[in-house]
């Protein structure tokens, strides 16, 4: 049988050489750190081919004349792993930075070869004292019994994009024989967007423009203009509002905003990002806007129309997902005596 018809039939040999448009797919699954194994098994070719092409790099689909200069000369890598080692510089910067001419995945291959690096995102889950973990402990036991309950809590959030990719969007090189870099959850690039929205078993709010900064009369007109409606939308029966413990948000003023409309306010535990399940609805927000590789964005305005589109395709069964997600929520808590969950 040969290469085409094993193709064809879906039974390409597992050794065989690797189309160009495999070749593609190894470059952008390497690129989002997934190791040789998992990427032959999704690929479903043997691990041997995969090492191969990653080893020959650009001289595995191209032949050179003999005494042609090499994209990436011995030099070119040794001054490519000290420069990235040293600033963990994204393959497009290090290439503007060093003058490269070498296409990005030859860059890649190169960095992957080294055997010293690893793509990586910084660490950022929030540092829990044993004050926290006793409050979160004591919040899951409170409602561990909850179950339909949950359908019954707005659950609410801000989130900020930049123009080159939203907080906790940002990946790095790092060398394994340092330490991991450590960075703030809110890495700034740029013009910037902060959004605000809410979303409940039942469905979700509209995803609001807000300042990056504002005060507790800010936040109260927000709440006004876009809660108050969503909570007459979703008609009768007892609400209960979720947010967390931000200064605007627990103001004098704010709750004495919200205890005048009668609306029933969670108490949350600090340092709990992990339990708010709009956090993964953010992630599921984030890879719709940076569908198929996207990381930037040529103007704020650009970026909003990308968000509310984003936003709009949000089908209601995530949302039912995410809501029904607080007992399991609430479990991990208790097993793990208050530290970060899994979520």
């Known amino acids: ?65 003999n005494g042609s200069k090499p994209l990436l000369t011995e030099v070119d890598k040794r001054q490519l792993v000290r420069h990235v080692s040293a600033t963990g510089d994204s393959v497009n910067a290090a290439r503007a930075s060093l003058g490269i001419k070498a296409s990005k995945s030859t860059v890649r291959r190169a960095l992957v070869q080294a055997d010293t690096f690893k793509y990586v995102k910084p660490k950022r889950k929030p540092k829990l004292t044993d004050d926290h973990k006793s409050a979160r402990l004591a919040f899951a036991q409170k409602h561990m019994t909850w179950n339909l309950e949950w359908r019954s809590v707005i659950f609410s959030d801000e989130k900020k994009f930049n123009l080159d990719g939203p907080d906790g969007f940002h990946s790095y090189w790092h060398d394994l024989r340092k330490e991991e870099k450590l960075m703030s959850r809110r890495v700034h690039g740029g013009a910037s967007l902060m959004v605000w929205a809410a979303f409940c078993f039942h469905g979700k709010t509209q995803i609001v423009m807000r300042p990056c900064k504002g005060d507790s009369a800010v936040y109260q007109r927000l709440l006004e203009r876009h809660l108050v409606p969503f909570i007459r939308e979703l008609g009768g029966g007892q609400w209960t509002f979720q947010q967390d413990g931000a200064s605007v948000h627990r103001s004098a003023s704010t709750m004495d905003w919200l205890k005048d409309r009668n609306i029933v306010v969670l108490e ?69 005596n208050g530290a970060s969950t899994s979520y």
């Not at 190894?26 to 191969?52: E, H, M, P, W």
């Open 268 to 336: 949350w535990p600090a340092l709990s990002p992990d339990l708010n399940p709009i956090e993964n609805l953010w992630g599921i927000l984030v890879r719709l806007v940076y569908d198929q590789g996207r990381r930037q964005f040529n103007t704020v305005k650009d970026l909003e129309k990308a968000v509310v589109r984003s936003w709009n395709l949000i089908h209601r069964s995530e949302l039912e997902k995410l809501a029904e997600s607080m007992s399991r929520r609430m479990f991990q808590v208790i097993n793990k």
């Open 1 to 65: 049988m040969n290469i085409s018809t094993a193709r064809h039939l879906g039974k390409m040999p597992l050794g065989s050489r690797l189309s160009e448009r495999e070749a593609g797919k190894v470059d952008a699954l390497l690129n989002l750190g997934k190791s040789q194994t998992f990427i032959a098994n999704k690929l479903k070719r043997s691990r041997k081919a995969i090492q191969t092409y990653i080893k020959r790099g650009a001289s595995y689909f191209a032949k050179h004349k």
